[in-house]
C-alpha cells in the first residue's frame, strides 16, 4: 500500500516491545547472580531447604520469562500494545519481583540486623539492576519495582522501630528516583525511535501526494520483480497520466493543479486494497502501481476501476474533452524470469500509456509480455 509520511505507531511499538526482549538473557544472568550471591550469604545462619526453594524459583520464574522472550523475539509486530502478549509480559514481570518481595516476609524476619541490612542492600541492587532493562516500558518497570520493594518497605513500617522507619523513608525516596529515572530514559529512547522512523518515511514518501516516492518504487519494484521471478508469479506495472495537466494548470493555476494532483492521488491510494501493493508518484503528474500475483486480466481490471475512481472525483476540467479529469493508464504483465531485465517491464506499460493517449485519453491500454 501507499506509504504515507506519519510514523507507522506500530514500528515504534514493536522496536520497544523488541528492546524489551533483546535484554531478557542479561537480565536472566544478573538475577541468577544476585540470587546466588544472597543464597551464599545466607546459607549459614538461614534454613537450607528454605533458601534452595526460593533459588529454584527465582530460577523458574526468571528462566520463564527468558524462555518467553525468546519465543516471541521475531514476533514483535504487533508491538506493546499488542494485547495478550503485553498481559503475559505484565504477569511474568510481576512474578520476578514477587519472588524478590517475599524475602522480605519468608526471610528478613529471621535476620539479625546486619544480614537484614544486606537482604535490603540486595533488593535494592535488583531493582536498580533491571532499569535499563525495562528502559522501553517503564510502566512494567515501575510494576516490577513495587513487587520487589513494596513488601519490604511495608514490613518495615509495621516493625514500629524508628530505624525500620527511617530505612522504609530511604527506601521509598530510592524507588522514587528509579522511577523517574526509568521515564527520563524512555523519553529519551521515544525520541530516538521516532526521529528513526520520521526520517525513514519523509525519505520514502512524495511531499505533495503523501504516496510513496519514485526512491520507494525503485526499491520496492526490485525487490517485487525477485519475488516473483523466484516464485514464477505473475508481476503487473502500470503506468497512470493525468490527462491534459498542462492545460489544466495553464487554466486553473498551478496551486489548484497541486490540489489536482493530491486529489487524483487520494482516489488512488484508495483503491489498493492488498496490503502488497503499491502505489508510487513516478514524477510530475504520473504515477506507477506495482501489482503483485494478478494475472493480466486481473490487473486490467483493477486498472479500470482507478480510472473509473478518478473520473468519478468530477474535478472540473474545463480544457479536458470530458469536461472533468481524467487519466490514462498504461499496464503489462509477465512472470519474470531472473535473467530477464525488470526495466522491460516498465518500458512495456510506458508503450501502452502510449498508446491510450494515442486512443484519445481516458482509458486504459494493456500489454502482456510472455517471457521465455
Ligand atoms: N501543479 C503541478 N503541475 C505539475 C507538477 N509536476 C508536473 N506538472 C505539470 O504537468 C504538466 C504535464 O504536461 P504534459 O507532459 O505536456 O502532459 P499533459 O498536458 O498532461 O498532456 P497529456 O499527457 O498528453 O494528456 C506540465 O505542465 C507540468 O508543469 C506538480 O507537481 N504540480
Known sequence: MAMLAVINPHNVSAQQLAQLHRYAGIGFLANLTNALILTLFLWSITDHIRLLLWLATVVAASGARLAYAHAHRRNVRGGLAGGNQSLMMLSLTAINGLVWGSTALFLHPALTEPYQLFLIFMLSITSAGALPLYIAAPATYLLYLSCVLVPM???????????????????????????????????????????????????????????????????????????????????????????????Y????????????????????????????????????????????????????????????????????????????????????????????????????????????????????????????
Open 153 to 247: 518497605i511495608l514490613v518495615l513500617l509495621l516493625g514500629s522501630d524508628s530505624v525500620g522507619y527511617l530505612m522504609a523513608l530511604m527506601l521509598v525516596i530510592f524507588s522514587g528516583t528509579l522511577a523517574i529515572t526509568a521515564w527520563t530514559m524512555h523519553h529519551g529512547l521515544m525520541e530516538s525511535l521516532h526521529k528513526y522512523f520520521g526520517y525513514q518515511s519523509l525519505a520514502s514518501v512524495d511531499g505533495l501526494t503523501q504516496l510513496a516516492n519514485r526512491r520507494t518504487f525503485d526499491e520496492t519494484y526490485r525487490d517485487e520483480w525477485n519475488r516473483a521471478a523466484r516464485a514464477s508469479l505473475p508481476l503487473s506495472v502500470i503506468l497512470i497520466d493525468i490527462d491534459n495537466f498542462k492545460k
Open 249 to 372: 494548470n495553464d487554466h486553473y493555476g498551478h496551486q489548484e493543479g497541486d490540489t489536482c494532483l493530491r486529489e487524483v492521488a487520494n482516489a488512488l491510494g484508495r483503491c489498493m486494497r492488498r496490503s502488497g501493493d503499491l502505489v508510487a508518484r513516478y514524477g510530475g503528474e504520473e504515477f506507477v502501481v506495482v501489482l503483485y500475483q494478478m494475472t493480466g486480466d486481473e490487473a486490467a481490471r483493477y486498472a479500470e476501476q482507478m480510472r473509473e475512481a478518478v473520473a468519478g472525483l468530477g474535478l472540473v476540467h474545463e480544457r479536458n474533452e470530458a469536461g472533468h479529469v481524467t487519466i490514462s493508464l498504461g499496464g503489462a504483465t509477465c512472470i519474470p524470469h531472473s535473467r530477464d531485465n525488470p526495466d522491460d517491464l516498465v518500458r512495456a506499460a510506458d508503450d501502452a500509456l502510449y498508446r491510450a493517449k494515442e486512443a484519445g485519453r481516458d482509458q486504459v491500454c494493456w500489454k502482456s509480455i510472455l517471457t521465455t
